[in-house]
Nanobody, 126 residues
């Protein structure tokens, strides 16, 4: 079992940067692949980014490439999502998730994940 708690969301203006974090409980964090998803009002939850257990591999949704960066610090049991050049359409609740066994491009799918956090709100004003 792992518990995930997101933080760092808030209200920013378009063009700003923001970093959200996800702190995980448990001693086996480093064995999990981690992902970020987001959900805007009235829309389905969509994939943002994912990272392998060693941080050697990262995956991004096409629309986030070049603006968002996922990283992790296994010593701190934390995964991060750095978001730059934010747009109003990036407004959503951002969720982190942990996957025990899935790897590679399959991490883009919600069904790959076993544990989810409760999310943190990111609002980008125009």
């Amino acid at each position: 079992q792992v518990q995930l708690v997101e933080s760092g969301g808030g209200l920013v203006q378009a063009g700003a940067s923001l970093r959200v974090s996800c702190a995980a409980s448990g001693r086996t964090f480093s064995s999990y692949r981690m992902g970020w998803f987001r959900q805007a009002p009235g829309k389905e939850r969509e994939f943002v980014a994912a990272i392998s257990w060693s941080a050697g591999n990262t995956f991004y949704a096409e629309s986030m490439k070049g603006r968002f960066t996922i990283s992790r610090d296994n010593a701190k049991n934390t995964v991060y999502l750095q978001m730059n050049s934010l747009k109003p359409e990036d407004t959503a609740v951002y969720f982190c998730a942990a996957s025990r066994v899935v790897r590679g491009n399959a991490l883009m799918f919600r069904t790959a994940y076993d544990f989810w956090g409760q999310g943190t709100q990111v609002t980008v004003s125009s």
